[in-house]
């Protein structure tokens, strides 16, 4: 057991042991990842690591504080070979010109945070709240620095996945998303989390956070309604809250409209009516250029907190701007 999960301690004679097994290409459904902080003897790589065949199954429950400040938890998608439709159609509330819907086709599952990162287990990573949008470096607790379940925010896309170069100043560089893949530099944010957990998380491309966010839904929202609130900042009072904070949707994933608006991969470009297999959005060859960001906020009006809405930015830090995680789903050895 993790003794670090409260209340998974036990007495002697106290417990018994159930044995499960599966395919480390097809691992259950949820993942939950701690984050081990750096000089922790506790072991990266099979021991941070636990898996669970339903929510029920979760130590304590999805919803307890554990999974938003020191560990990741993480849900898998169903989304192999699976044909679905992105983007909306004309006359959907709130639609722009971009949003061309046509058919997607992902390889494969993946897993996904069940939650927004926050700036508790951005202390588990850094050691420190420089940088997630917090006043001070120091004090996990300090309640000058807020609640730890609070996602991170005021982010550069650059502070979260690095810088890239350009191929005529430096062509043997690190040229980002899509040209360098999922490699990215070891002092990012993500590079650190990955260093912390043992886990080669990324941000989710744009396909992959509104499947997600779907849940099998195709209406606007993911509650079979196509109508939603229009008025800006009428979120929680317009202001952010503890992840968690707004309803799940089928697939149990929280936040996935309003609270910050998250990062995903790709960069910008129109969408084309063309079918197309693991999309990677525009490729900038080292220009970062202008970035997306989905889900919507506290802040923005409700026409942006739909499943296909887009908002697009150009390496700006704002106090919306949040992200979550994703990771292949296969089982750590």
């Not at 297999?277 to 026409?303: K, M, N």
């Not at 908002?311 to 789903?329: D, E, I, Y």
């Amino acid at each position: 057991p993790n003794w670090d999960i409260p209340g998974c301690k036990v007495s002697a004679g106290g417990i018994r042991a159930v044995v499960s097994s599966w395919a480390t290409n097809a691992p259950p459904d949820y993942m939950a990842v701690e984050i081990v902080p750096e000089g922790s003897a506790f072991f990266i790589g099979t021991n941070n690591v636990r898996y669970y065949v339903s929510a029920d199954a979760v130590p304590l429950g999805v919803s307890d504080n554990y999974y938003k400040t020191n560990a990741i938890l993480m849900r898998k998608i169903p989304a192999a070979e699976v044909k679905w439709r992105m983007g909306s159609p004309e006359g959907e509330n709130g639609r722009k010109s971009d949003e061309t819907a046509h058919d997607v086709t992902l390889s494969s599952d993946y897993y996904i945070g069940v939650y927004e990162f926050t700036k508790g287990q951005y202390f588990r990573t850094k050691g420190s709240y420089s940088g997630a949008g917090c006043s001070s470096s120091s004090g996990l607790n300090g309640l000058q620095f807020g609640d730890p379940r609070m996602p991170v925010e005021y982010n550069y896309f650059e502070t979260v996945r690095g810088t890239p170069t350009t191929a005529a100043t430096n062509p043997e560089g690190w040229f980002g998303w899509p040209r360098s893949g999922h490699d990215i530099p070891d002092d990012s944010l993500i590079g650190l989390i990955r260093a912390r957990t043992g886990i080669m998380v990324d941000l989710p491309t744009e396909a992959q956070w509104e499947y997600a966010c779907r849940a099998g839904h195709g209406t606007s929202i993911y509650t079979d309604s196509n109508t939603y609130s229009y008025a800006p900042g009428n979120f929680n009072g317009g202001s952010v809250v503890a992840v968690g904070g707004y309803a799940a949707n089928a697939w149990g994933l929280y936040d996935m409209y309003g609270n910050v608006y998250e990062f995903v991969l790709d960069r910008y470009e129109p969408y084309s009516a063309d079918s197309v297999r693991d999309p990677e959005g525009a490729d900038g060859e080292g220009v970062y250029g202008t970035f997306i960001l989905r889900g919507g906020s506290f802040y923005q009006a409700g026409s942006d907190r739909r499943s296909a809405a887009r908002k697009t930015v150009s390496g700006t830090r704002a106090k919306t701007n949040g992200f979550r995680l994703v990771c292949p789903a296969e089982a750590v050895r």
